[in-house]
């Protein structure tokens, strides 16, 4: 074998060994950026269960009058109202989002019936709708996070009965993961 063999034979043992190499780089680059794609397709990674409240439920201004009346929001912000009360300012339902793993079986409750206190006395009674129409009592978890958002109809006396004021209360939602 002479010298220019040997040097030709290297030439095309190091490019064989280039184009393997950047082959195996190139897959490896390929199928972990898949991967990740897939991922953020589905809105899913994994994380520790918890849930966080995103906005308060809120009825806005309500002035009574001799009669009273009662103020519904819906889980989408529809707003309605009967009887002797006049309504101002902005509402808005309760939003929270569930952090769960995705393809999870999961539970909620909470009390349907809450009283609120106002600061200067007097109570109101405020009863939750059921949860928006994407989620049940128990659903599969399908994105993360999954948003649970609450309205509800709050009974409100005649003036002379409820104290001007601001009312509140605590909405408890509980939550139990039942497929693991």
Same mark, same amino acid.
């Given at each position: 074998m002479n010298k220019e063999q040997c040097i030709f034979g290297h /030439?095309?043992?190091? *490019?064989?060994?280039?184009?393997?190499? $950047?082959?195996?780089? $190139? /897959? %490896?680059?390929?199928g972990y950026s898949q991967e990740i794609l897939d991922t953020q397709n589905l809105n899913c990674f994994k994380t520790t269960?918890?849930? %966080?409240?995103?906005q308060n +439920?809120? /009825?806005?201004?309500?002035?009574?009058?001799?009669?009273?009346?009662?103020i519904t929001v819906s889980n989408e912000n529809v707003v309605s109202k009967t009887g *002797?009360?006049? +309504?101002?300012?902005?509402? +808005?339902?309760?939003?929270? *989002?569930l952090f769960m793993d995705c393809g999870k079986t999961v539970l909620i409750s909470y009390l349907k019936k809450i009283t609120l206190n106002g600061n200067h006395g007097g109570t109101l009674s405020l009863k939750l709708n059921d949860p928006d129409c994407n989620i049940k009592s128990s659903f599969v978890t399908h994105s993360n996070p999954t948003r649970i958002t609450l309205g509800g109809t709050l009974t409100i006396g005649s003036s002379s009965k409820t104290p001007v004021g601001e009312y509140r209360g605590i909405i408890q939602i509980n939550y139990t993961?039942?497929?693991?």
């Open positions: /030439f095309i043992l190091s *490019d064989i060994m280039k184009v393997i190499f $950047f082959l195996l780089v $190139f /897959f %490896s680059v390929k269960p918890h849930l %966080s409240m995103v +439920l809120n /009825f806005g201004k309500i002035i009574p009058y001799s009669q009273g009346g009662n *002797d009360i006049v +309504l101002q300012g902005s509402t +808005l339902p309760a939003c929270f *989002d993961l039942i497929h693991q």
